[in-house]
């Protein structure tokens, strides 16, 4: 498989340190609010990454750390510690706040169906680690106490801005942010380590360290929380773009500083989601949720399928707009499933062979979700049987977890219970010879079942010979999208 690689800045073929193994670390969340569907974005696409890299055989160890102490509201080292602004804000304790919004992350993670890795560690339950990591890097001479903090020395590296896109003068702390330097600092790109002095004397969790009473910086935790769990040689490490810079740059400095060798060769970073009014951000107060999407009545599985339609790579726009026509392209495929038939039979190989090799070039090419999901359609147009077409759907969605034959299923079993309730209602009113049949695929059940109530009441007009009522009824459906066909006791109809 081709992914790009942020550290190198070009495609490189994906490789382990240790054969048919991936370890791999992924910035968690910073449990002060929900997660707007911008930090879900880079979960979904993380998601497809691991569930892909599964997919090709790999046996993937996936970490993630839960941010609940340190990180302040500037990813430099200035501001207020997030996690206690959230607890003010909704007069709760730090921990309180932590536990709400983590259980509320992880009913967000089901909901798009993203897999929460096995190891997932909250930053507070890690702080011996920290400080003994801390030690390593005093003891080594990559880290110095100024001002009652500790800080990692950068000027002791040689190359500081891994990442390479950065113009050093206008990331430095203090410049980016407008605020004042840190005067305790020896050089303007040092960051802490370890707080004892804060500007903010009530920060609620502080705990003893060599140092003095005091908390880590945000950094350090998953660069311990990685090494403790997933060892020396980390081969995939995930975040969101944003997280590049200053985030993973510090956690490379720690990390090597205190091995001494390198740590991590491949780095994965999904551009950002972002409305048309700009950036989507947990701070401004207003932001999008699952929970939102699903109060405009939408599946968050749409919006699954909204972020699989455009690269990691490539920044978003989000639209309502957006969201209606991948609704609608979700209900038609989901139709297209439904309408396969359920029997299982034997597998045409040829066949399923070649499919699947158009969808892995299409996830091999760094992850090209979007073509992905256009192999489902060339599945659908496939001239094989259903049972292979349904066994590739069901291969594709263990990366893609878009819950197709699932929401297949329930079409289904929604379309029988219109038929019955139809067939019920003109039984009894005597019109059990009125055959009627949707011809449009993924039409909402609840408007198929008042389109055929229309159809009926239509034929018991023409019936009484009371054509006015029969061709009114017509421009009602015609008004509708609905276009009829008639036939001798059977009436077909199709929606736009
Ligand atoms: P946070 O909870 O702020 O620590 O962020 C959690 C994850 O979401 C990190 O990987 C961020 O890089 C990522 N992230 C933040 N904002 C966005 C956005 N607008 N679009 C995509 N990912 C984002
Ligand atoms: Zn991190």
């Not at 004397?201 to 998953?222: A, F, M, R, T």
């Not at 996830?363 to 094989?384: E, G, P, Q, R, S």
């Not at 292979?388 to 263990?398: H, Q, S």
Request: charged share 25%; with cysteine; glycine share 6%.
């Amino acid at each position: 498989m081709k992914l790009y690689n942020s550290l190198t800045r070009t495609r490189e073929e994906f490789r382990t340190h240790e054969p048919g193994k991936c370890r791999m670390y992924t910035c968690g969340p910073t449990v002060y609010h929900y997660a707007h569907i911008g930090n879900l974005r880079s979960y979904i696409m993380e998601d497809v990454l691991e569930k892909y890299l599964r997919y090709t055989g790999l046996d993937v160890t996936r970490c993630m750390n839960i941010t609940d102490v340190g990180h302040l509201t500037s990813d430099a080292d200035t501001g207020e510690d997030k996690m206690l602004k959230g607890a003010r804000r909704e007069h709760k304790t730090v921990m309180e706040i932590a536990k709400f919004y983590t259980d509320a992350f992880f009913a967000d993670c089901r909901k798009l169906n993203i897999k929460i890795p096995e190891i997932v560690v909250p930053a507070t339950s890690y702080i011996d680690k920290f400080i003994h990591m801390i030690e390593v890097l005093l003891e080594k001479d990559y880290a110095y106490l100024s001002g009652g903090n500790v800080y990692f020395d950068t000027s002791k590296l040689e190359n500081y801005y891994v990442f390479g896109n950065q113009e050093a003068e206008d990331l430095a702390v203090g410049v980016r942010e407008g605020v004042e330097a840190d005067e305790a600092k020896r050089n303007k790109t040092d960051f802490v380590l370890w707080f004892t002095k804060s500007k903010f004397e009530d920060q609620e969790l502080k705990w003893d360290s060599p140092w003095g009473v005091g908390y880590p910086g945000w950094h350090i935790e998953c660069s311990a929380i990685s090494l403790w769990n997933l060892g020396e040689y980390l081969d995939l490490h995930c975040g969101g773009i944003d997280n590049a810079f200053p985030h993973h740059t510090n956690e490379i400095a720690q990390s090597e500083a205190y091995l001494g060798h390198p740590w991590c060769p491949q780095w994965f970073h999904v551009l950002h989601l972002n409305t048309s009014a700009g950036k989507m951000s947990k701070s401004s107060g207003e932001f999008l949720t699952v929970s939102l999407l699903e109060e405009k009545g939408y599946d968050p599985l749409v919006y699954r399928l909204f972020c699989l339609g455009s690269h990691y790579r490539k920044s978003l726009v989000f639209s309502w707009e957006g969201m209606d026509s991948t609704k609608t392209a979700y209900q038609k495929l989901v139709g297209r499933i439904a309408a396969l038939s359920p029997e299982d039979g034997p597998i045409d190989e040829e066949a399923f062979a070649a499919l699947r090799a158009r969808f892995a070039e299409a996830m091999d090419n760094d992850l090209n979700t979007a073509l992905a999901v256009t192999a489902l359609y060339d599945v659908l147009k496939a001239k094989t049987d259903d049972a292979t077409k349904r066994a590739l759907i069901a291969d594709f969605d263990r990366v893609l977890s878009l819950g197709l034959l699932e929401a297949a299923e329930k079409v289904r079993i929604a379309q029988k219970a219109v038929a019955d309730a139809a067939k019920a209602a003109s039984d009894a009113a005597g019109e059990a010879g009125l055959v009627v049949t949707c011809l449009t695929e993924g039409v909402d059940p609840a408007a198929a079942a008042e389109v055929e109530a229309l159809i009926r009441e239509r034929a018991d007009a023409k019936k009484a010979k009371d054509f006015a009522a029969a061709d009114a009824i017509r421009d009602r459906l015609a008004a509708m999208g609905v276009t009829l066909k008639d036939a001798k006791g059977a009436v077909s109809w199709e929606m736009k």
